[in-house]
């Protein structure tokens, strides 16, 4: 059965859609989701805690995120 591990959340972290395709890093370590507001958040899968929001380079909402092959870089 599928099974809710952890959650990923924020204040200030909202879909647009009823939809939004967030990504694990290719090592599990992070994850990552874009917001309605055109940040990009990025969580510590280990803790739930939020490490980072990447905010200034969208001026619309943010549906699907993806990572590198490496993990270094991710796109959204």
């Known amino acids: 059965m599928n099974e809710t591990l952890k959650t990923f959340q924020h204040p ?35 803790n739930g805690q939020l490490k980072t929001i990447l905010e200034g380079k969208h001026q619309r909402a943010i549906n699907a995120m993806g990572w590198s092959n490496q993990g270094e870089v991710c796109s959204a």
Do not use: K, Q
Request: charged share 15%; proline share 3%.
């Open 12 to 46: 200030t972290f909202r879909t647009e859609t009823n939809w939004n395709r967030a990504c694990l890093s290719p090592d599990g370590a992070m994850a990552i989701g874009g917001s309605s507001n055109g940040s990009v958040y990025i969580w510590d899968t280990t």
